[in-house]
């Protein structure tokens, strides 16, 4: 894509051309600001949770694409982390939950970046997960303090 691309905003939905999903809109009420950019990418505050489809044309539950809404419009790969790992326990610190204005468990949302390797491995992002307050549509990547979890966290079968 080229630096020329642009986010139209069209009433309630906004087009974005998606270096990985290609032309799309989004719904300006799924727009989550992110409180400090995602690592590697500075001028990137904006983001919107796009459903993954199925060949069958039917979203799958377990993946998601975060789609950013400003250039370069690249997208991660994104899924919930107990469908992974049911035992995931991840302790936010208390500065990113005061950032995130998180006061309980129940208004965070938290999502892992999966990455799919060349060779067709695929890892999951298990030391810095993306963390949402969904009531403020405000979200993070938090690096968690405690080294249990790793940034590659190996798949055991094929993403679906």
């Known amino acids: 894509m080229s630096g020329t691309t642009q986010t139209v905003g069209t009433g309630d939905m906004i087009a974005v051309q998606s270096q990985a999903l290609g032309d799309i809109e989004v719904s300006s009420d799924n727009i989550i600001r992110f409180a400090e950019p995602v690592a590697g990418f500075p001028d990137c505050g904006d983001y919107a949770l796009v459903p993954h489809m199925q060949s069958d044309g039917t979203p799958n539950e377990n993946i998601m694409w975060l789609q950013a809404l400003e250039v370069p419009f690249h997208a991660f790969i994104v899924t ?81």
Request: glycine share 10%; no cysteine; proline share 6%.
């Open 80 to 160: 919930d982390p107990w469908s992974v790992m049911g035992d995931y326990s991840p302790e936010i610190p208390d500065a990113d939950a005061e950032q995130l204005g998180l006061s309980s468990f129940e208004d965070a949302r938290v999502l892992v970046i999966l990455t799919v390797a060349p060779e067709g491995g695929v890892s999951v992002n298990l030391r810095a997960p993306i963390v949402f307050n969904v009531r403020e549509r405000l979200g993070k990547q938090v690096v968690l303090l405690s080294d249990r979890y790793e940034t590659r966290h190996m798949l055991g079968g094929a993403a679906g």
